[in-house]
T-cell receptor, first 116, second 113 residues
Framework: SAVISQKPSRDICQRGTSLTIQCQVD?????MFWYRQQPGQSLTLIAT?????????ESGFVIDKFPISRPNLTFSTLTVSNMSPEDSSIYLC?????????????FGSGTQLSVL | QKEVEQDPGPLSVPEGAIVSLNCTYS??????FMWYRQYSRKGPELLMY????GNKEDGRFTAQVDKSSKYISLFIRDSQPSDSATYLC?????????????FGSGTQLTVLP
């Protein structure tokens, strides 16, 4: 299994500011995933973070808005930039099973973001 | 139309009841089917996964896949208050990776003592 520590757990931010979310995994993993979970909507993949290369963004998400860092195989950050109330959501980081069972994703506890 | 449809609930049942949670999907390429459980203020955790059609049982939980109808179900027998959570279905094609996982919007379940 993989244990993921994500912080902050929640934050209330002002419009126009930025928030950086940190994700620490207790084992080395190749890919880390960042998801957004809006009320009543399905988990939506924002981007995949690979160590040593640029993150891969999904349709509708851009690097300027959601810059990602992946300095090593156990850590990643997601920044939500120039926030607006529409960015209010839960943000989750996730990793695949380090044993390689790709159906199994492990998730952090999430960051509840409210933008005023 | 969404690729995966899931009744959002909320669903409230008495302790001991049999619970049926369902998802329908439109992509016939989906081969791997998963159910995640998410407690309040926690991330989702994998509960069950199945490949292709058929049933899979794990304790009080049974996952069922009907590919001809593009319909999957999760049954919970002898439901407990500790089963109160949001249940998310997820699926992907055989050739896909974790990046291609498609999630349902989740069904909120409350089991009353």
């Amino acid at each position: 299994s993989a244990v993921i520590s994500q912080k902050p757990s929640r934050d209330i931010c002002q419009r126009g500011t930025s928030l950086t979310i940190q994700c620490q995994v207790d084992s080395q993993v190749t890919m880390m995933f960042w998801y957004r979970q809006q009320p009543g909507q399905s988990l939506t993949l924002i981007a995949t973070a690979n160590q040593g290369s640029e993150a891969t963004y999904e349709s509708g998400f851009v690097i300027d808005k959601f810059p990602i860092s992946r300095p090593n195989l156990t850590f990643s950050t997601l920044t939500v930039s120039n926030m607006s109330p529409e960015d209010s959501s839960i943000y989750l980081c996730s990793v695949e099973d380090p044993r390689g069972m790709t159906e199994k994703l492990f998730f952090g506890s999430g960051t509840q973001l409210s933008v005023l | 139309q969404k690729e995966v449809e899931q009744d959002p609930g909320p669903l409230s049942v008495p302790e001991g009841a049999i619970v049926s949670l369902n998802c329908t999907y439109s992509n016939s390429a989906f081969q791997y089917f998963m159910w995640y459980r998410q407690y309040s203020r926690k991330g989702p955790e994998l509960l069950m996964y199945t490949y292709s059609s058929g049933n899979k049982e794990d304790g009080r939980f049974t996952a069922q896949v009907d590919k001809s109808s593009k319909y999957i179900s999760l049954f919970i027998r002898d439901s407990q208050p500790s089963d109160s959570a949001t249940y998310l279905c997820a699926m992907r094609a055989a050739s896909g990776s974790a990046r291609q996982l498609t999630f349902g919007s989740g069904t909120q379940l409350t089991v009353l003592p």
